[in-house]
């Protein structure tokens, strides 16, 4: 059974532009999180999606936004970057909200 | 107070020692704890899951939980040098939806 799978692996961007990075779920599973981990900063909790709505964010400005489509991928986007947006990426799946949640390799953003 | 509180390490131990990590939380309310292994750059990977107080075996992995305390260890018994990485302990409320991390403890295995 194939993993959460993330695109891309790293991204490459500037001050003020935006980014946007995909996710795809296991397969069968409904619910999407999006974490970010900052250097020397924990997993912090940004965004979940549920059978195509977002039904929560954690504590992050509006520029963090997504959404997730009706196969269930998700796509988290980031607006008018900032430098301290740079970090590791995580997108996590699980069968329902209250089920395990598996985590793919990240997207590793990078901001100039 | 942190809500999921690790030592950060790092915890050294020899080949072939028992490793022991703990994680205490702040809410009482939890219900589900996980323990993810996460190398250096890496994402992290599931070890284990615990809902009950008391002990739980998966090969070489013990977790342990004691909700009175609120309180939750993982045990590696026989550790290698590939066990070296950072463990991160999580957290779940009963209807929650999001896991809270404590910041990890970094495990190394001397050969």
């Known amino acids: 059974e194939a993993g959460v799978t993330q695109s891309p692996t790293h991204l490459i961007k500037t001050r003020g532009q935006q980014a946007t990075l995909r996710c795809s779920p296991i397969?069968?599973?409904?619910?999407v999180y999006w974490y970010q981990q900052a250097l020397g900063l924990g997993l912090q909790f940004l965004l979940w999606?549920?059978?195509?709505?977002?039904?929560n964010r954690g504590n992050f400005p509006p520029r963090f936004s997504g959404r997730q489509f009706p196969n269930y991928s998700s796509e988290l986007n980031v607006n008018a970057l900032e430098l301290e947006d740079s970090a590791l990426y995580l997108c996590?799946?699980?069968?329902?909200?209250?089920?395990?949640?598996?985590f793919g390799p990240g997207t590793r953003l990078l901001v100039l | 107070q942190k809500e999921v509180e690790q030592n950060s390490g790092p915890l050294s131990v020899p080949e072939g020692a028992i490793a022991s990590l703990n994680c205490t939380y702040s809410?009482?309310?939890?219900?589900?704890f996980f323990w993810y292994r996460q190398y250096s750059g890496k994402s992290p990977e599931l070890i284990m899951f615990?809902?009950?107080?008391g002990d739980k075996e998966d090969g070489r992995f013990t977790a342990q939980l004691n909700k009175a305390s609120q309180y939750v260890s993982l045990l590696i018994r026989d550790s290698q040098p590939s066990d070296s990485a950072t463990y991160l302990c999580?957290?779940?409320?009963?209807?929650?939806?999001?896991?809270?991390f404590g910041s990890g403890t970094r495990l190394l295995v001397r050969p």
């Open positions: 996590a799946s699980s069968l329902t909200h209250q089920e395990t949640q598996y």
């Open positions: 397969s069968g599973h409904t619910s």
């Open positions: 999606y549920d059978e195509g709505e977002e039904r």
């Open positions: 809410d009482r309310g939890s219900q589900s």
């Open positions: 615990i809902y009950s107080n």
């Open positions: 999580a957290v779940k409320g009963d209807s929650s939806y999001k896991l809270i």
